[in-house]
């Protein structure tokens, strides 16, 4: 537990293992959302040589339920402290509190992705980034686009209705956090240091019938090359609950004069302009490691989520670091729900934890994970059946960082 008097100590500390700078207002708000009792740093004398901290999320599964989950956030070791065991103390403190805690999962987002694999946990999620040739490429969007209204707004005075929106799309996708007090004032912090020359944030709402329906939020910075206008339009946000209003505001942002790049960063891997566009090779997509999952208690989270087609298999465990997951497990379940329980029977798959972390959002396919020799098949059958049950029709997806 971090003591609050402990904590600019502990964030400079921070701030330096990641070799970086934190604005004004970005310390400010990390010192308003640290949850103290879920904080741990770890001391030689009063210099702060480790640290780690477990927010308190609820996560949605494939099915929609919102499931308890710890944010694992603000992991530094000191230069001076590194490769000496610092960061594994951490995580088996970290894990066993998690477990006393109740909560069946640990989420992160990994600096590197090769840390985190051998404390169990597996990349769950991945996002869409992609640099549009809006010169190029256009869009040809649905029927009813044009009923939607797209009106400049100014971020904080309609950010409630942005909030509103976003807490209904929470439930229809795996992976969104639901958005806990004090979290929503993250989507209007816009320190002069982040904007590398880009305008400060700016933001449109769409409308029908008077009613925000979606929302844009983004920079722009403008060049000028020897051809001309050559500006950069960065898309920070975007959030729809239909179809012709996501259509509008991308053509919106197709749309502003001057800018020649649309920079899209962490969108879902299904987001649906890519089905709109008329030359996606112009929009140089590409993938990149999001969430990743940590299954603390094996039984209670495969019970939490749903499965699109039935499921009745039993999982043959290993789990070395939270060895109490460890053993055979049978899992029964459909699209309605699903139990998972102890079990003496043979098995008909053998994974690691780490794998199930990774499958567990229905975005990584166990199909593939055992074409890669990480999954093993014992019972013919039980690999399709599984990979499919765990499948979800809607890319799993992060919204935010944390
Ligand atoms: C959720 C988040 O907050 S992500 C942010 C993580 N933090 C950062 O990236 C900040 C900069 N880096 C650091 O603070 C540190 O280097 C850390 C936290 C990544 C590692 O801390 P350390 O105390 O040096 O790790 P520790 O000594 O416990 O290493 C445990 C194992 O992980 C391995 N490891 C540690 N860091 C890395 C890495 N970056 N890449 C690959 N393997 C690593 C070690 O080699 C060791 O392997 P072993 O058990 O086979 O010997």
Redesign the pocket.
Known sequence: MLRRDEWDTWYDHLVR??GGTSAPEERELDRSLTEYDRSLGVWDGDVCV?SAGAFTFRVTVPGGSPVPAAG??????AAT?????????LMRRQLDDVRSWGEPLAL?????P??YG?FGYGAATFQLDADIDTARAGLSVPAGTDEVRVRYAAPAEVLDACEAVYARLVPQRPGMLARQPGWERGRLLDPESWRDGASSLLCVVAERDGEITGYARYRTKLGWGDDGHDGTLTLDDLAALDPATDAALWRFLFGVDLMTTLAVRNRPVDDAWQYLVTDIRRCRTRLRDSLYVRLVDVGAALAARTYQAPVDVVFEVEDAFCPWNGGRWRLSGDAKGASCERTSDPADLALSVRELGAAYLGGVPLAGLAAAGRVREVRRGALAEASVGFGSAVAPWLPHGF
């Open positions: 293992a990641f480790g694992v956030t603000m992991v530094g070791v402290h590194r490769r000496r065991g610092v960061l594994t103390s992160l987002t990994a600096s590197e090769a840390i051998r």
